[in-house]
């Protein structure tokens, strides 16, 4: 088995909390600064119900928004139901106008480029990368 499959592996058998954790790490290491994850219950691997998962503050002082899920079947609609959550002022406290970009991240491969173009223009719409 090569290294990248064994990756995969592993990433495939991550708990919610980890997976995050992971992605967090992995964002900082990308150069998004001042990470702040609301979906973390502090010094545990446990996540908490919040939207958006993870966030930080780009210069100019627009929010990235940053969700996540292992959930495998469903994931279209778990990605769509996520990012309506993401646009949503009364779960989020802030204007739609105030997000610059939603990241999301899965470890699901269930997802049809259709499907994706369709998340993609639900942000785009909004003026949301």
Do not use: W
Not at 71 to 78: D, F, S, V, W
């Amino acid at each position: 088995m090569s290294k990248l499959t064994d990756i995969k592996q592993k990433i495939l058998q991550l708990d919610g909390g980890a997976f995050q954790e992971l992605c967090d790490a992995y964002l900082s290491k990308l150069g998004y600064t001042g990470i702040l994850s609301l979906g973390m219950k502090s010094g545990t691997e446990k996540t908490t119900k919040g939207i958006p998962d993870t966030y930080f503050i780009k210069p100019g002082n627009k929010y990235i928004l940053v969700m996540y899920t292992t959930q495998q079947k469903g994931l279209y609609e778990k990605v769509y139901e996520d990012i309506c959550d993401c646009l949503n002022p009364e779960k989020t406290g802030i204007k739609a106008s105030d997000i610059a970009e939603i990241i999301y991240c899965h470890t699901s491969a269930n997802l049809t480029i259709g499907q994706d173009k369709d998340l993609r223009e639900l942000c785009s719409t909004n003026g949301i990368l």
